[in-house]
Structures are given as C-alpha cells and as structure tokens.
T-cell receptor, first 114, second 114 residues
Framework: DSGVTQTPKHLITATGQRVTLRCSPR?????VYWYQQSLDQGLQFLIQ???????AKGNILERFSAQQFPDLHSELNLSSLELGDSALYFC?????????????FGPGTRLLVL | GQNIDQPTEMTATEGAIVQINCTYQ??????LFWYQQHAGEAPTFLSY????GLEEKGRFSSFLSRSKGYSYLLLKELQMKDSASYLC???????????????FGKGTTLSVSS
C-alpha cells in the first residue's frame, strides 16, 4: 500500500458524459501527478500540481481538467467522454516537486466508456 | 522528441537471472526510474539512478550510462511472483515548465516459469 488513495476503483459510463476522479496523496506529499494508462499507449503523463498550483502539463486533452484543493487532494475531470478515453487513470504523489523525488502511485481508477 | 525503448516481452525460469534493457532519448535528464507493475495494479517503485553506475537493492540492481542513454534492470534468483511488467521511466526536463513528471516506456512483460 503506497498511501495514495483513489476513488472510485471502477467507473462505467456512456459516451458524452462527464466524470470526476479523486485522489488523496500520501500524508505530507505536496505534489500530485495524473497519468493515463491504455493498452496501446502505456503510461502517459497528463498533469502535475504542486501545493495547489499547476506545475506541468503533458498530453492532456482540452476535454480534461484537474485541480488540487487546499487539503491537497486532487480531482481529474473528464468531459464529453469518448470510447478512446477508456483506460486506467493513476494518481501519484511525491513530497515536493524536486527532480530526485520518488513518485508513489495510487491503485488507479478503471474507466470504461460504453 | 522523447523516446524510451524496452523489449516488449521476456521469459525466464525460476532461479535464473534476467536483464531488462532500456534505451532513452529525452529532452534533458534528471534521473531514471524502474517500476514494477502487476496486471491491473499500481506501478511500484523499484530503483532509480541519477549518476552512472550500478545501484544494488537486494535481488534487484539497476545500471545507468548517461552518455549512452542506456539502463538495465537486473533481477537475480527469479521467483514466480516476479512475473510482471517492468517500466523504465525517465525524468526529463519539460521545456518552459518546472515539472518533474516521468516519461514512461511501454514496459517489458516478464514471464517466470517453473
């Protein structure tokens, strides 16, 4: 158990819908990262927050957005869902945003878009 | 561009030694990480290298050559539970950003048989 929690574990929804994925980092961690893992693409970095502020953006679609709240939990919002958005979504956290920091991953949310 | 290459699959027998190679071309370099991921589960941290050379951690060792853009993960005394995907990840430098997200290879699926 990494100490990172994610809810829900599974999510089934329809195309065009909007969902929110939630992540609580390890106690004391200030940085949160979101990754998407699909069978053909592997783990892809989406976005990073540090202490409430956006730090870096990766391959995140405009239909997706995220935020980190004052209590440091983070939410990833996915809207106008398409079949291709079906994937495992992982949240990871680290103590700071330093380059030598190890990222610890949560158990993931499996999203299925029908 | 940024590219990380690993073999797709490898097989080995219990008790053997296996070496999983990783080559990378990224914008900048701030460390190389290895993660283990069992099917449907979260990636778990194994090791990281930031300087050239070998880092040993029990049955696992990781080697880095920055000049060659090359790393390997060495697994000794293989056990059935080592059957998993092994992900090589590089922490690059995101241009114009202060982010420290990881760029992942697609992973090497290792199957250990008795």
């Amino acid at each position: 158990d990494s100490g990172v929690t994610q809810t829900p574990k599974h999510l089934i929804t329809a195309t065009g819908q909007r969902v929110t994925l939630r992540c609580s980092p390890r106690s004391g961690d200030l940085s949160v990262y979101w990754y998407q893992q699909s069978l053909d693409q592997g783990l892809q970095f989406l976005i990073q927050y540090y202490n409430g502020e956006e730090r870096a953006k990766g391959n995140i679609l405009e239909r997706f957005s995220a935020q980190q709240f004052p209590d440091l939990h983070s939410e990833l919002n996915l809207s106008s869902l398409e079949l291709g958005d079906s994937a495992l979504y992982f949240c990871a956290s680290s103590v700071t945003a330093g380059s030598l920091e190890t990222q610890y991953f949560g158990p993931g949310t499996r999203l299925l878009v029908l | 561009g940024q590219n990380i290459d690993q073999p797709t699959e490898m097989t080995a027998t219990e008790g053997a030694i296996v070496q999983i190679n990783c080559t990378y071309q990224t914008s900048g370099f701030n460390g190389l990480f290895w993660y283990q991921q069992h099917a449907g589960e979260a990636p778990t941290f194994l090791s990281y290298n930031v300087l050239d050379g070998l880092e040993e951690k029990g049955r696992f060792s990781s080697f880095l050559s920055r000049s060659k853009g090359y790393s390997y993960l060495l697994l000794k005394e293989l056990q059935m539970k080592d059957s998993a995907s092994y992900l090589c990840a590089v922490r690059g430098i995101h241009l114009n950003q202060a982010g420290t997200a990881l760029i992942f290879g697609k992973g090497t699926t290792l199957s250990v048989s008795s």
